[in-house]
């Protein structure tokens, strides 16, 4: 068997140095002569953005400094958070009773700006084209918030998921008959999924007048 011994390899039409071969037998990949994967006793190191299809293993060890996802994370054996934890809030310059399509898609807490002045039914779902049955497995449970500008007239007694009514658990044993005076209504619901298109619904409504 021949063996061919080099230190550097460049493209024909280029000047720019492709792979260099240490004395160590360690491998650097370059693009436009920059490294971006060097091989080493203990594993690879990659500089820049790496893109795959598809990854196997257990993840363990790999470390994370940032980085954002789009569509859905899943984390099997739990999570272990530090630091700042923030979520985005659905603000709408409006009332609930004006919208009352409450969009899980555009987040888990929805803000109304404008002054209640009337009952209203909320829906839960998760879009227009998407029902929240559809999105949950049975044995899993969401929390959402709705929190309203304050009116004595303006309250929600009552919940539906997906257009349909369900029975809500309220909290101290009896649904809303008014809302604050003034400041903010918060209505926090636990929903919680026992079968197909079936929840079990726990509310509280925390005034701030």
């Avoid at 003034?182 to 619901?189: M, N, P």
Wanted: aromatic share 4%; proline share 1%; glycine share 10%.
């Amino acid at each position: 068997m021949s063996t061919i011994k080099v230190e550097e390899i460049q493209h024909i039409s280029n000047s720019n140095n492709a792979v260099s071969i240490a004395s160590d037998s360690s491998v650097a990949l370059k693009h436009s002569g920059n490294q971006k994967l060097v091989t080493s006793s203990t594993g690879v190191s990659i500089t820049g953005t790496c893109t795959a299809d598809t990854f196997s293993g257990s993840g363990l060890g790999l470390p994370a400094t940032g980085g954002t996802f789009t569509g859905q994370v899943i984390f099997n054996n739990g999570i272990d958070l530090a630091n700042l934890l923030k979520e985005g809030v659905n603000i709408t310059a409006g009332k609930l009773s004006d919208n009352t399509n409450i969009d899980l898609e555009n987040g888990m807490v929805h803000l109304f700006t404008t002054a209640e002045t009337t009952t209203s039914t909320p829906n839960i779902r998760v879009s227009s084209s998407t029902t929240l049955d559809s999105s949950m497995s049975v044995g899993e449970a969401i929390s959402v918030t709705i929190i309203t500008t304050a009116a004595a007239a303006g309250y929600s007694a009552q919940l539906t998921i997906d257009g349909s009514a369900v029975t809500e658990n309220w909290v101290g044993g009896s649904a809303p008959s008014a809302g604050g005076s003034s400041g903010v209504d918060i209505y926090s619901y636990t929903i919680i999924k026992t079968a197909s298109a079936t929840f079990t619904v726990i509310g509280n409504l925390s005034k701030t007048s």
